[in-house]
T-cell receptor, first 113, second 112 residues
Framework: DGGITQSPKYLFRKEGQNVTLSCEQN?????MYWYRQDPGQGLRLIYY???????QKGDIAEGYSVSREKKESFPLTVTSAQKNPTAFYLC????????????FGSGTRLTVV | GESVGLHLPTLSVQEGDNSIINCAYS??????FIWYKQESGKGPQFIID?????DKRQGQRVTVLLNKTVKHLSLQIAATQPGDSAVYFC???????????FGKGTRLSVIA
């Protein structure tokens, strides 16, 4: 089955630690996105990538980093510079063509302990 | 600030009734709109989309209406069921090359 997989589902981070969230898709989609969702809030864009080896900052990129070495993979690193990282992180992908909608992963819940 | 927002953060409806969820957008250049459903602890799921050259689009039990004059989008769910209980987000995009901008969401609760 084609889809987008995020791992892990739950992640705990100590103060001052960097952690990396995985996002893999086998939909052959060119574009991939990372969003952050806080309780009772909408989705805010962290980073996105339209093509391999290229990515752009979203609205809340500070304290985060990404890479796009492969079309299938778009990992997100939450660095120690991110002062309030506890949130639900969603990865999405979008293919070419007339449908501009995203396919979302099931999310990673990150908690600082 | 957010360019896509919602008129009502929560909505409770009786099972079997129709639900209407509203959304306002501020960017007149947006040409694509989409509704997602998100259940607790899960990623959003596509419900229905509409382009700016249309006023209405229907799916299975759902209808999206677009009023470009007042920059308003609505999602209508017919014969609402308990399984429809979730948070619903609208989102907009200027073109296929720009990321979707999401509203804050409306929580729909279905009363059995």
């Amino acid at each position: 089955d084609g889809g987008i997989t995020q791992s892990p589902k739950y992640l705990f981070r100590k103060e001052g630690q960097n952690v990396t969230l995985s996002c893999e898709q086998n939909l052959n989609h060119d574009a991939m996105y990372w969003y952050r969702q806080d309780p009772g809030q909408g989705l805010r864009l962290i980073y996105y990538s339209q093509i391999v080896n290229d990515f752009q900052k979203g609205d809340i990129a500070e304290g985060y980093s990404v890479s796009r070495e492969k079309k299938e993979s778009f990992p997100l690193t939450v660095t120690s510079a991110q002062k309030n990282p506890t949130a639900f992180y969603l990865c999405a992908s979008r293919g070419q063509g007339a449908n501009y909608g995203y396919t979302f992963g099931s999310g990673t819940r990150l908690t600082v302990v | 600030g957010e360019s896509v927002g919602l008129h009502l953060p929560t909505l409770s409806v009786q099972e079997g009734d129709n639900s209407i969820i509203n959304c306002a957008y501020s960017n007149s250049a947006s040409d694509y709109f989409i509704w997602y459903k998100q259940e607790s602890g899960k990623g959003p799921q596509f419900i229905i989309d509409i382009r700016s050259n249309m006023d209405k689009r229907q799916g299975q039990r759902v209808t999206v209406l677009l009023n470009k004059t007042v920059k308003h989008l609505s999602l209508q769910i017919a014969a609402t069921q308990p399984g429809d209980s979730a948070v619903y987000f609208c989102a907009e995009s200027i073109s296929g090359n720009t990321p979707l901008v999401f509203g804050k969401g409306t929580r729909l609760s279905v009363i059995a």
